[in-house]
């Protein structure tokens, strides 16, 4: 399940939207095989308790399999061009929103095994109440840590560029393409031009 577009702010781009690596549910596929297998087994031999049993089991390991494939789809790590977010559960929900300009620090950890498969774990140090915020099996971490740099210094180059104070060169350029669009007339643009004049 993709995040909702609809949680967006006005203005806000969706950059990486990401569920958790198949590995987050590993454990529970494994057991359903090796359950059915079993299952399979003793039943080709006629052992009818064993093959009760393994039915039993089959049945728990197919319920785990299915809640946490359940939770891997309603789990989301999206990173916007203004924050981080992360939203998790299947009927209860919770998640955390962190934003860009509160990001001090970025790590990602892997072991041997999480890099053959490309996954691994992120930890998030912001200027926020928690201070520090760990999400586990992040399909390439270091990619994502590397995006969300990237837009921190897209966010900062934007801010830099809004708070800019224009020249007085620029301002009177700005007030000309007024005045030939007809916002503002030849009165108001010579009297605007000369106060402008006057700080130069």
Same mark, same amino acid.
């Given at each position: =399940?993709?995040?909702?577009? @609809?949680?967006?702010?006005?203005? *806000?781009?969706? !950059?990486?939207?990401?569920?958790?690596?198949?590995?987050?549910?590993? %454990? $529970?596929?494994?057991?359903?095989?090796?359950?059915?297998?079993?299952?399979?087994?003793?039943?080709?031999?006629?052992?009818?308790?064993? &093959? /009760? /049993? =393994?039915?039993?089991?089959?049945? !728990?390991?197919?319920?785990?399999?299915?809640?946490?494939?359940? @939770?891997?789809? &309603? &789990?989301?790590?999206?990173? +916007?061009?203004?924050?981080?977010?992360?939203?998790?559960?299947?009927?209860? %929900?919770?998640?955390?929103?962190?934003?860009?300009?509160?990001?001090? +620090?970025?790590?990602?950890?892997?072991?041997?095994? *999480?890099? =053959?498969?490309? +996954?691994?774990?992120?930890?998030?140090?912001?200027?926020?109440?928690?201070?520090?915020?760990?999400?586990?099996?992040?399909?390439?971490?270091? $990619?994502? $840590?590397?995006?969300?740099?990237?837009?921190?210094?897209?966010? $900062?180059?934007?801010?830099?560029?809004?708070?800019? *104070?224009?020249?007085?060169?620029?301002?009177? *350029?700005?007030?000309?393409?007024?005045?030939?669009?007809?916002?503002?007339?030849?009165?108001?643009? @010579?009297?605007? @031009?000369?106060?402008? /004049?006057?700080?130069?």
């Amino acid at each position: =399940m993709a995040f909702p577009k @609809k949680l967006l702010n006005t203005g *806000e781009r969706l !950059v990486v939207d990401i569920h958790p690596h198949w590995w987050y549910f590993a %454990k $529970q596929a494994l057991a359903l095989v090796v359950s059915i297998g079993l299952l399979i087994f003793f039943r080709t031999k006629d052992w009818d308790v064993p &093959t /009760l /049993l =393994m039915a039993a089991l089959t049945l !728990v390991s197919l319920l785990w399999f299915v809640g946490r494939y359940l @939770k891997w789809m &309603t &789990t989301n790590f999206a990173v +916007t061009s203004h924050r981080v977010i992360f939203r998790e559960g299947v009927i209860a %929900k919770k998640g955390i929103e962190i934003p860009l300009d509160r990001v001090n +620090t970025i790590f990602f950890n892997q072991g041997i095994l *999480e890099r =053959m498969l490309r +996954t691994g774990d992120l930890t998030i140090e912001s200027a926020g109440e928690r201070g520090t915020q760990s999400f586990s099996d992040i399909r390439r971490p270091s $990619q994502v $840590q590397n995006e969300i740099y990237r837009l921190i210094e897209e966010e $900062q180059d934007e801010h830099a560029s809004a708070s800019r *104070e224009l020249s007085v060169p620029e301002q009177l *350029e700005k007030l000309d393409e007024l005045r030939r669009r007809g916002i503002i007339d030849e009165a108001e643009f @010579k009297a605007k @031009k000369t106060k402008l /004049l006057e700080r130069m």
